[in-house]
């Protein structure tokens, strides 16, 4: 499978200028600075991954906040002093949200309301004009996340006016698109085919949830005080899932998905690598990661597991997350394995 050429091994950072506790200018110019950059390249990295929100770059009129660009274009600078490539993730548009935490949202108004679309169009414009100049550095992400599994055929529409509008300003840019139901694996199959050769397909691993996000606040039917070790049988975590939540449209549910370990993660991921092989497009891992609440030895062996799968194929992959947001791995709860973790990314 092809490659994801200076993008195979990243690390998000998440917190920053999206999904951040509130709006706050001194937070901005200092949770992030060019010291983080230097740090993530010396330990090996070779991109970052920037999730942004369209509130930090417009305002709710929609009005261009030019510190608010600031933030990347200081971020591309950075990276290219450390040798750090970077991809720009809109997390979240004017219209659109996938974070949980936010409540009575409609999910599904965005990909079917041709004004949103064109609010989400006129931002990336902006974007993509101002990183028009380095397509060798600087790749693009869309959206975060579609949540609804309903909208898959919506999504693929809006993907088409976005590569085009992105097109007829950066030709060779590297586009990032992934599926739906939150970026699952499983949906990496619904993506249409690639206009180019510089299309890349996205997926973000998580699996098995009740691993990875155990004691998650943001999880509504997940409690607190959950706990749970890896590995376990492929059955306990189904059981422990439908206790919980009576979802069953987590990957560990997929034909086929096997036993723990890294054979677990290449049997999850074969429609999509069968899906980015049939159109010989690039395979990549937006997101993965656990919660700072589970056990670091637990944490070490599921990091091994999927990474001996990411390398098999060559699979690209940012870590989630740098800094806090409950996984960041510099926080002191990481801080007896660090190296460890560090040494098997």
Known sequence: M????????????????????????THFGTFITEKDIAEIASLGFDHVRV?????????????????GMAYLVHCHEWCRAHGLNMIIDLHECYGYSFDPLKKNMDR?????????????????????????DDPDHVAFEPLNEVVLFEVADDWNA???????????????????????????????K?????????????????????FTHQGAYWMDWMPRDFRIDYPKTLEEYRQVNRALCDDTSGAIFAENAGEMGPQFFENIFAPAIAHAEKYD?????????????????????????????????????????????????????????????????
């Open 281 to 345: 497009v690039p395979l990549y891992c937006g997101e993965y990661g656990v919660i700072d609440l589970a056990d670091n030895r637990a944490k070490i062996r599921w990091l091994k597991d999927i990474h001996t799968a990411f390398a098999k194929y060559g699979i690209g992959h940012a870590l989630w997350n740098y800094k806090e947001k409950d996984f960041g791995f510099c926080d002191d709860s990481f801080a007896s394995v660090r190296q460890e973790f560090i040494d098997c990314l």
């Open 108 to 132: 599904a108004k965005f990909f079917r309301d041709e004004a949103l679309q064109a609010r989400f169009l006129a931002l990336w414009e902006e974007i993509a004009l101002l990183f028009r």
């Open 158 to 188: 809006v993907i088409r006016k976005y590569v085009k509008l992105i097109r007829s300003i950066c030709p060779k840019h590297y586009i990032i698109l992934g599926g739906v139901n939150y970026n699952s694996v499983t949906t990496v």
């Open 2 to 25: 092809r490659k994801f050429e200076g993008f195979q091994k990243g690390v998000n950072l998440g917190g920053w200028i999206s999904q951040f506790a509130e709006y706050d200018l």
């Open 51 to 67: 999730p942004v929100d369209y509130n930090v770059l417009e305002t709710e009129e929609g009005e261009l906040i030019p510190g």
């Open 190 to 210: 619904l993506l249409e085919a690639p206009v180019d050769d510089r299309i890349v397909y996205n997926f973000h691993c998580y699996e098995p949830m009740v």
